[in-house]
């Protein structure tokens, strides 16, 4: 295990070092704590052993970022007899222990092992997260939570059953994921995946894209088309968004499920169909079918297996390994360096309420890799959408936040006369915040020095 020494005099460090690489311990020494913390924020500690009083970043300084960083990393701090009800505050805000100068090397050896201890723990936890991602996660799925791994467990269930499929859930959720990921993990897995959206196809040409049409059947139909269907043999055809299909082309959708044939328009020939059907839906269709808009029976045929897919709002214990699965992928994408995230900035994104769910997310992320100078994603790096919305002016026009917001930094900027630091401390953000503001409105600090 390694563990990682700071002080800043040598002498304490070279002892340290050698007590613990005695005790079986791969020890790395900095003599401060501006150091340490790069090290630590490279993902390479788990454990820290830090003196107290320090030039420059003390050790108070260097737990507190670390715990903003990475909450799980175990900090253990030095102090002498003086400063004890430092070292006692100090665990309030998330040190493991402290030791009090001179110590024994036996009282020293006694923390170390029982914070290593819980660094085996940590370290195994998250092993056993990762492999329940690795081992139930589908297609891009990512989720740990009760909710994510009962679907998944739904998916290995019937994935090789050649049963129609209804999966709900709100827009973002991930729908089309879990029907792809039904089709790629099942015995259908080498044939074609055709994804048919019903919602934005005109209804003058449901019935042609589903089903196909022979050449001359209708103006335009310069050739015959192989219609949706047909263009899955042997896969499976998605049909998302099925509630908004018309009404009266569900009765030809509903024969051809329960007979599984189906006739290409100004066709006389019937075509046998080996497909499977998945449908999803982000509306109430009980509803519709109070209302008379969704037959009673076609819903029967496309309810023989139902997946619900819960919003994100619901399972936040998936959001840091989402972001964290996003933040890798447009790392790669973007030819960006490895990026990781701090506690704070973790913690930020669970509180949000995520409209939008999953995909929602993911432009979250996206939008904060493009952005981001550094390799540490904090919380005001994050760039959650603006809401805009109608308010009234004195004048009486009309104005949204975003308008506001503009106005607010310009104004900021002319009482400091374009020093952004001084405009940043006036509106209360941070100095990289209002760099990033003056950007998207497209202002110009100089413009304001006069």
Do not use: W
């Not at 009486?396 to 104004?411: N, P, V, Y």
């Amino acid at each position: 295990m390694k563990i990682l020494v700071v002080d800043d005099e040598i002498a304490q460090r070279n002892i340290l070092r050698d007590i613990l690489e005695d005790s079986g311990f791969e020890v790395e020494t900095v003599g401060s704590g501006e150091e340490a913390l790069e090290l630590i924020i490279l993902g390479s500690f788990l454990l820290v052993l830090t003196d107290l009083k320090m030039p420059g970043m003390d050790g108070i300084d260097l737990l507190q970022k670390t715990m903003k960083f990475d909450p799980d990393i175990q900090v253990i701090l030095m102090t002498a007899f003086g400063t004890i009800p430092s070292a006692v505050n100090a665990i309030r805000s998330g040190a493991y222990d402290y030791l009090t100068k001179p110590f024994k090397k036996e009282d020293l050896l006694r923390v170390i092992n029982r914070a290593a201890d819980k660094v085996r723990l940590i370290e195994e936890n998250r092993y056993l997260k990762d492999q329940t991602i690795h081992r139930f996660g589908y297609q891009n799925l990512i989720g740990a939570s009760p909710v994510m791994l009962e679907v998944f467990r739904m998916i290995n269930r019937i994935k090789d059953v050649d049963a129609t499929v209804l999966i709900t859930g709100e827009s973002g959720t991930g729908k089309e994921l879990v029907a792809r990921a039904i089709h790629f993990s099942g015995v259908r897995r080498n044939g074609p995946f055709v994804v048919v959206n019903c919602g934005a196809i005109p209804e003058t040409l449901i019935e042609s894209e589903l089903y196909g049409h022979e050449k001359g059947s209708f103006t335009g139909a310069a050739r015959r088309y192989l219609g949706k269907f047909e263009q899955a043999h042997k896969g499976t055809i998605f049909l998302d968004e099925i509630g908004a299909m018309p009404l009266h082309l569900q009765t030809r959708l509903l024969r051809v499920l329960q007979d599984k044939k189906i006739n290409r328009i100004g066709g006389q020939d019937t075509v046998d169909l080996d497909v499977r059907i998945i449908a999803a839906t982000n509306e109430d269709l009980a509803k519709k079918i109070q209302s008379g808009e969704f037959r009673l029976d076609l819903f029967h045929r496309l309810d023989l297996f139902s997946i619900p897919i819960p919003p994100l709002r619901e399972r936040p214990g998936d959001i840091s390994p989402l972001a964290r699965h996003f933040a890798a992928e447009f790392a790669r994408r973007y030819g960006r360096k490895r990026i990781s995230f701090s506690g704070t900035a973790l913690r930020e994104l669970e509180k949000y309420h995520y409209p939008g769910n999953v995909r929602e997310l993911e432009n979250i992320i996206e939008k904060t890799v493009l952005l981001l100078d550094t390799t540490v994603i904090e919380a005001e790096d994050l760039q959650f959408p603006e809401v805009v919305g109608p308010k009234v002016t004195e004048s009486g026009e009309g104005t949204s936040l975003t308008g506001m917001e503009k106005q607010m930094i310009a104004r900021a900027l002319r009482d400091s006369r374009g020093s952004v630091k001084e405009a940043a401390r006036a509106l209360g953000i941070t100095y990289k915040t209002m760099q990033y503001r003056i950007k998207k409105y497209g202002l110009n600090k100089n413009d304001f020095k006069n």
